[in-house]
């Protein structure tokens, strides 16, 4: 530790730059212009590392349920996805906060869909006034926190947005969640709205 503290100093004294954390990924094959900003910001190269490891974990849980095999091939494939969604930060007038988003928001989604960080108790909603209609809502205490919501055999990863008032989350495909005391007011699928009350 003594030793990567004196080259650090020393670095600084004769005005060299300090290495950046390195993503987890090979640098040196980097092309794409936000896999360069990556690998030149030391926050971002953090969070290429993080994400790294939290989907190996979440690959971990897959091999131990029914079906993991299949699970695994279609939480691939969607990482690749995710990944062409990261580069196309390069379109945004922000490329970085978009970059940096783009990974908080997938920790979160990875970690709350494979309970891999610490949570409340789940907190069952009533919806529509009807008491066999609900909505499960389990809020993660992710960096960028997030909820996972259970409805019937259907589930959605919401991460929290700014919002004016009470907490809105919001998920793939439209979904939202939106938090106002006792009330949520939740959107699921895009397009049918309705009220849901967590019993007092």
Request: charged residues 20%; glycine residues 10%.
């Amino acid at each position: 530790m003594k030793t990567a503290r004196l080259v650090a100093l020393f670095m600084l004294a004769c005005g060299l730059p300090a290495a950046t954390a390195s993503p987890a990924f090979d640098c040196s094959k980097a092309e794409h212009e936000i896999e360069q900003l990556i690998c030149s910001d030391d926050e971002l190269g953090n969070l290429d590392r993080e994400l790294a490891g939290v989907f190996k974990k979440s690959i971990e849980v897959l091999k131990g349920v029914v079906g993991g095999d299949a699970a695994i091939k279609e939480l691939r494939a969607y990482q690749r996805g995710w990944i062409g969604g990261r580069n196309d930060c390069w379109k945004a007038d922000d490329k970085r906060a978009c970059t940096l988003y783009s990974y908080q928001s997938r920790i979160a989604q990875l970690s709350a869909s494979y309970g891999l960080a610490p949570h409340g108790n789940p907190v069952e909603y009533v919806c529509n006034g009807n008491p066999a209609d609900t909505v499960t809502a389990t809020f993660f205490e992710t960096d960028l926190p997030s909820v996972r919501l259970e409805r019937g055999d259907s589930q959605q990863i919401g991460v929290l947005q700014p919002s004016a008032s009470g907490s809105r989350y919001e998920a793939e495909f439209g979904v939202t969640f939106w938090i106002k005391g006792d009330e949520a007011q939740v959107e699921w699928p895009q397009g049918n709205a309705f009220t849901c009350i967590a019993p007092g």
